[in-house]
Structure formats: C-alpha cells, structure tokens
C-alpha cells in the first residue's frame, strides 16, 4: 500500500441473527436483511480490506447464531474483527468467531493505523460500562502502539443520541473513556452501535459515528421505543494513511413485505 491509497474498512453491527434462521425481530427476519447486506459487500470484495462487526451480531447469544454469521462471512474471505454486545455471548463468540480470517485480536495495525476494539457489554444489562481493567488495556494499548492514526471501536456509543429510552443504555462511563482518549492523540475515530442510526458526534478532535444496523432501524430523536422504516445499512470508512478519513453510511435495498400485502 503506497502512502495516499486509502484503506477501506465496513463497518458491519447489530445483526441479530439467531439460531432459527427464519426467526424475525419486531418483524423483521434478521438473517435475510444480513444476507441483503452480504450480498453488497460481495460487490464490494475486492476494495475491502477489513470488516469490523461491532457487536450484537446474535440476538440470542447461541452458538447456531454465531455460526450463521459464520457462514454467511467466510465465503468473503475479508479479515474480519469483531466484539461484543450486550446481546452477545462472549464466550460463544470466542467459540466460533475464530476461523479462516476471522480473528480473535482486538488490538491490531493495518494500512499504517491502529486498531483497538474494547468490550463494553455488561452480563444481563443493556447499558455499557468499561471496567478498569478494559481501560487501563485501551491505555496501555495506546502507549505501545507507535504514533500511527488510530480506531477504537466498541459497541456502546459513549455519547447521548437524544432519545431518551436510548439514552438510558449507552455508555455509564464516558468522561473515564476521554480521560484516557485525551492522552493519546493519535486516536481519531471512535465507532459504535447499538443505537441503529447514523449519527455523528465530535468531541475535541475524535470523531464519534453510530452506524445504522443490518436489521432494524431505531427512529431517531424520540422519547420512547419506535421503529424507522429506513431499510438496512452499514458504513463504510476509507482511512488514509496520513491520518484522514472519509465516511458514508450505504443502505441495502430490503424490504419486509408486511402480511397484508
Ligand atoms: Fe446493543
């Protein structure tokens, strides 16, 4: 890779895919719209370098549910990372989210950046936290890694979406995450998901994206639970290797037919 071509990154969250294939969430059948999904990233193979699936790749946190993700990857054969959350099995993820070009890392450098993804699920709660222990790893992490550009990814966005019900579930603890953000300047980028809707915040000079989910989509800005009927999507990131970077966010063309029709 020479010194101005970008890398290209998708950016892949909140599939929901169960163990019974045809199982629907709020109506939506979560295997097919990820399978919508897939089929554009085929089209896309050969510019993609790395796919990033930032969590609640299961909605029941099966085994079988990690293994349809599984397969519906593998034929892409595009170096995938992955985390959890707070949907997922962590350990069931580890089991079978650990083949071919799947990988296990979650701190790693590619295309002349870093890479560093953090766990901020919390067992049987929606909301995130990171742990001392996760963020004394993100800093050191940081320190170690040369002072190349650098991505964190968790699923969690540390930031208010202003919807309410939403809001009640993002990250407990964001000011501990930007205190260790705040001494490493390299760290351009923060992605999450969780929320099922583009947004874009900024805090100092990070840029923080939420990605819309493979499934269903949350509408934004209301005070409680309600569907948007923008279909599918993820993102796309071209990281260049100077540290720049450029964004978009692709909708797939999938429609659930509604029982009446
Ligand atoms: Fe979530």
């Not at 629907?24 to 554009?40: D, K, N, Y």
């Not at 997922?88 to 990988?103: P, T």
């Not at 001392?132 to 930031?159: C, E, F, G, R």
Request: proline fraction near 6%; charged fraction near 20%.
């Amino acid at each position: 890779m020479n010194q101005v071509s970008p890398m290209l990154i998708a950016q892949v969250t909140d599939m929901h895919l169960f163990a019974n294939e045809s199982q629907e969430l709020l109506g939506m059948p979560t295997m097919r719209s990820f399978q919508a999904v897939v089929e554009r990233l085929e089209k896309l193979r050969s510019d993609l370098d790395l796919l990033l699936l930032t969590g609640d790749l299961s909605g029941d946190g099966t085994l079988e549910s990690y293994e349809n993700v599984q397969s519906l990857l593998c034929p892409l054969q595009i170096p995938t990372y992955w985390l959890p959350g707070n949907h997922d099995c962590a350990i069931a993820m580890k089991q079978v989210l650990n083949f071919r070009l799947i990988s296990l890392r979650k701190s790693f450098e590619r295309g002349r950046w870093n890479f560093v993804l953090l766990n901020s699920s919390v067992s049987k709660y929606m909301h995130g936290h990171l742990s001392a222990t996760s963020l004394h790893w993100l800093d050191s992490q940081l320190k170690i890694m040369s002072n190349q550009p650098t991505l964190v990814a968790l699923h969690h966005p540390p930031y208010h979406v202003n919807s309410q019900w939403l809001d009640s579930s993002t990250l407990e603890n964001p000011e501990e995450l930007f205190a260790v953000l705040d001494r490493h300047p390299q760290v351009k980028l923060v992605v999450s998901g969780h929320i099922h809707q583009e947004f874009h915040y900024q805090r100092n000079d990070v840029y923080y994206l939420g990605t819309p989910s493979t499934c269903i989509q949350f509408k934004p800005e209301t005070s409680t639970f309600a569907l948007d009927q923008k279909p599918p999507g993820f993102r796309l990131l071209k990281l260049y290797p100077n540290g720049t970077w450029e964004t978009s966010v692709e909708r797939v063309p999938y429609v659930v037919l509604s029982a009446e029709s």
